[in-house]
């Protein structure tokens, strides 16, 4: 078992162990994966295949009561439920402990679960798949169709270079919080680091931010340890005695605490990063992974659109003909027209394994409406259901031809059972963001 070794113990006053009691019952508390969700994710594990996704998931898990995206209100119950603890607590015999060695083993697990949390989003920006480079229906929709979170996160999916630097940052913070000695400066750059997560979150409202203030508190808990010490150094420049204590561990508990440590630091450093490099090159979650009609990917003017044999002019205002269409390398058609498109406004990361749950390219977006769609090859058969969770329901069959490489012609039913006929002529479309700089772009 571990003792203590330290020269000179720092003394507990009456006052500091009440607070004490409180804060360590809410970071317990708040670290153990107490959530709603957490059956739901452990239980959808196939463990013998573990993905990625399985293991962002478990990383990304925290004290939740209520269902759906995170919210204070669980802090607040978090925080009642430690404030009768801690009362508790202080009239059993079990008050007069080591607050010395409680102290470091509630750093210990402060600083596990907040290495865990941001190695977590670490690696799915190192290789980018949190923000990824958007797709062609992103490309050809118009800028004020975009909610801010939607604009943010593609202004960052079009420099993976870049998205991977803030990945590696959070990962390097992640990997110091694993030892002792490095702990504070894990903690200070997650600090700086998530800091700004939680201001761009308010400002492009994003669905992050109380989980980024999550991740800040337990980096305040953390460099709380050496901050004192610290000012008193630099700012004051005082004469400065260094914490002395340290756990000694011998025998078997020494070994026990080294197999531990190899076990997390192996499975979520190394077997997630190689599951997430393998997850970029395979399956990046946040776009469908079955593939669409082959080689249709692009966008395709309308030409031509009848509606129960009538043929509808081209009108800018008009809700019901479409202007444009796109075909993307997977499963998703998005149909661009003046109907109006209540935005699908899920904002927080969530990482899905079925195609039909991965919302990305429609989340914060209007001006189109998208359809995941099956082909039948042989009847020539595509059957559209329409993503977005407001539009539940809504299909539409079509008979697909194509008569030349540039040309879809698509019949059959909408949404209403009206017949409709449209002719597709793809557009051969140059994308200044997918051209290297170096080369003239010419129109």
């Known amino acids: 078992m571990s003792k203590t070794n330290t020269s000179s113990p720092p003394l507990w006053t009456d006052r500091e162990k009440q607070i004490f009691r409180f ?42 009561f209520l269902p759906g995206a995170d919210s204070f209100v669980n ?70 169709d975009f909610t801010d979170w939607k604009i943010f996160s593609m202004s960052l999916g079009i420099v993976p270079a870049y998205e991977s630097f803030l990945g590696a940052i959070e990962i390097l913070a992640g990997m110091l919080l694993f030892f002792r000695k490095t702990a504070t400066i894990g903690a200070a ?18 669905g992050e931010f109380v989980y980024a203030t999550y991740l800040i508190t337990f980096a305040l808990f953390v460099l709380w340890f050496d901050a ?38 192996f499975f979520f450093v190394f077997f997630y990063g190689f599951k997430t490099y393998s997850g970029f090159h395979q399956d990046p ?50 149909v661009r027209s003046d109907r109006e498109v209540v935005v699908d406004s899920a904002n927080y990361e969530q990482v899905f394994k079925n195609d039909k749950d991965r919302d990305y390219e429609l989340a914060g977006t209007a001006g189109r409406h998208y359809y995941s769609y099956t082909v039948d090859s042989v009847n020539h058969v595509l059957l559209l259901d329409n993503k977005n969770p407001h539009y539940r329901g809504e299909q539409l069959r079509l008979n697909y031809s194509r008569p030349d490489s540039a040309t879809i012609i698509l019949k ?11 002719v597709l002529n793809k557009i051969d479309k140059k994308y200044p963001l997918k051209l290297s700089r170096r080369k003239a772009l010419k129109l």
């Open 285 to 334: 979650y946040q776009f469908p992974r079955t593939k669409g009609l082959s080689k249709a990917a692009g966008i395709y003017n309308v030409s031509e659109f009848k509606i129960n044999g009538r043929t509808l002019p081209y009108a800018a205002a008009d809700s019901v003909r479409w202007k444009d269409v796109v075909f993307e390398k997977w499963a998703t058609i998005s």
């Open 189 to 206: 750059i997650i600090l700086v680091f998530t800091g700004n997560v939680f201001i761009s979150n308010l400002a492009y409202e994003g």
């Open 412 to 422: 059959g039913t909408d949404q209403h059972h009206n017949s409709i006929d449209v």
């Open 75 to 144: 802090w607040i119950i978090v925080a009642g439920i430690a404030i009768i603890g801690a009362i508790g607590w202080g009239r059993t015999k079990y008050k007069e402990v080591d607050y010395n060695q409680l102290y470091y083993w509630l750093r210990v697990v402060v600083r596990y679960r907040l290495a865990i949390g941001i190695i977590g989003y670490g690696f799915i920006k190192f290789f980018p798949l949190q923000a990824p480079f958007p797709s062609i229906s992103n490309l050809n929709t118009s800028y004020g």
């Open 228 to 265: 004192q010490r610290i000012y008193k150094l630099v700012s004051l420049e005082q004469p400065t005695a260094p914490n002395r204590f340290k756990p000694h561990f011998a025998g078997k508990t020494k070994t026990l605490r080294w197999v531990l440590k190899t076990l997390v630091v």
């Open 23 to 64: 804060f360590f019952l809410f970071f317990i508390l708040q670290a153990a994966p107490l959530s709603v969700d957490f059956f739901k994710v452990v239980f959808s594990f196939n463990w013998l295949h573990i993905s990625y996704g399985d293991i962002f998931n478990l990383t990304r898990l925290s004290a939740k």
